[in-house]
């Protein structure tokens, strides 16, 4: 399969998840390119922002299991 590069934008409604957005994005490490994070505490919410680059496949499986957990949404783009 070919790889793309894409952008993964998380939304954390629910702080008390981190440690489970971090386990997944650890465990899909090796299509991590660059990572950033920006929690505002004064609003209650965290936003995590991926470049990736990988499979179609592998960034589903990523983007779904992030989306599978409750307070968190997610959205992706990807290279045509």
Not at 36 to 55: K, M, T, W
């Given at each position: 399969?070919?790889?793309?590069?894409?952008?993964?934008?998380?939304?954390?409604?629910?702080?008390?998840?981190?440690?489970?957005?971090?386990?997944?994005?650890?465990?899909?490490?090796?299509?991590?390119l660059?990572?950033?994070?920006?929690?505002?505490h004064?609003?209650?919410?965290?936003?995590?922002?991926?470049?990736?680059?990988?499979?179609?496949?592998?960034?589903?499986?990523?983007?779904?299991?992030?989306?599978?957990?409750?307070?968190?949404?997610?959205?992706?783009?990807?290279?045509?």
């Amino acid at each position: 399969m070919e790889k793309r590069l894409g952008s993964v934008i998380i939304l954390l409604e629910n702080t008390t998840v981190t440690s489970r957005i971090n386990a997944i994005i650890s465990e899909y490490a090796h299509l991590v390119l660059g990572r950033q994070g920006i929690p505002l505490h004064d609003r209650g919410i965290s936003i995590i922002s991926l470049v990736l680059e990988g499979n179609t496949d592998e960034i589903g499986a990523l983007t779904g299991k992030l989306g599978r957990i409750a307070g968190v949404k997610v959205k992706s783009v990807l290279t045509g």
